[in-house]
């Protein structure tokens, strides 16, 4: 066994990626949906920053927490369907220990700057519809940037334990990753290591970056559908509701999927449902969060009607 966990510890191996397709009836239908998804949040996410970077008018806290978004969501299905794409057409599952790492670091990085952004962007509609007054002071632009920057770095922070303490653990059994890419919890099945202390630090850190923030984004709303409720204006709870109920759809869709992964008895759910569930708050989130706020959002759709005619 000590021989075995020695060579666990070198860098020089690779794993095996099972992927989405081994259990489809028609995978190349499946890569090609994929793919497309992957096309259409990839222009609709740089569509999104360009437009608020090129208009003055989105040059907001609201329009620059939103590009900051994009952003995420840009790196976020960059870092797993291009691997995806070269897995199926290549017919070669594997991943490189480093590789690997990269992946989970990214992964790590960009869906915990998310869940923290999400909440951010929660405060700044709290703020804007519940104390106007006080706007452009809670929410001047060092206050922004600060918040923004603070999201990564507790982010990136994250990351860099989580993945320095999976990847140092022992793999001495299959490398055959139950999964299309690393995540945490299809690692800790392969390791000869017990990992359940470390499963409940796991668990801490994703009531930090999931429950805590997806329960102040409750809160925010709750109160602003208060306010307005008091408010006793048809047109004001209009207007509040729209501007909104595009957050309220990418935060359930985001949330949702997520605690159902990460929180449910592990007796609940199997690997195979587990890839399916991780499809949408890696993949098909991230398209649809510059479609809903496009749709929705009536100066990004002005914007983009300047752009066009320009």
């Known amino acids: 066994m000590e021989r075995r966990s020695n060579r666990s510890a070198e860098t020089g191996f690779d794993f095996v990626l099972l992927g989405l397709f081994r259990h489809a009836r028609a995978p190349a239908l499946l890569f090609t949906l994929i793919f497309l998804v992957f096309l259409v949040a990839l222009a609709g996410n740089l569509m999104m920053t360009i437009l608020i970077w090129l208009d003055s008018r989105l040059h907001t806290p609201m329009y620059i927490l939103l590009s900051q978004l994009s952003l995420m969501d840009l790196s976020y299905i960059s870092t797993f369907v291009p691997k995806i794409a070269i897995d199926f057409l290549s017919g070669r599952n594997t991943i490189s220990y480093v590789s690997c790492g990269a992946q989970l670091f990214l992964f790590m990085t960009l869906v915990g700057a998310e869940c923290l952004l999400l909440a951010v962007m929660a405060y700044d509609r709290y703020v804007a519809i519940c104390r106007p007054l006080s706007y452009s002071v809670l929410m001047r632009p060092a206050i922004c940037a600060l918040m923004v920057t603070g999201t990564w770095l507790s982010a990136l922070l994250n990351a860099a334990v989580h993945v320095v303490y999976t990847l140092t653990l022992p793999y001495c059994a299959s490398r055959e990753i139950q999964h299309f890419f690393c995540e945490i919890p299809a690692l800790l099945t392969l390791a000869c290591a017990d990992t359940s202390l470390y499963e409940n630090g796991l ?88 479609i809903i706020y496009s749709l929705r959002n009536a100066q990004v759709a002005g914007a983009l009607r300047k752009l066009l005619g320009r």
């Open 203 to 290: 668990f801490v850190s994703g009531v930090i970056f999931l429950l805590v923030p997806m329960s102040a984004i409750v809160a925010s709303y709750g109160k602003i559908l208060s306010t307005v409720l008091g408010l006793g204006s048809n047109l004001g709870m209009k207007k509040a509701l729209a501007t909104c109920s595009s957050h309220m759809i990418v935060v359930s869709l985001f949330y949702g999927t997520a605690i159902a992964k990460y929180f449910l008895p592990k007796a609940y759910h199997t690997a195979e449902q587990d890839e399916v569930v991780s499809v949408f708050y890696t993949i098909l989130t991230p398209m649809l969060n510059p």
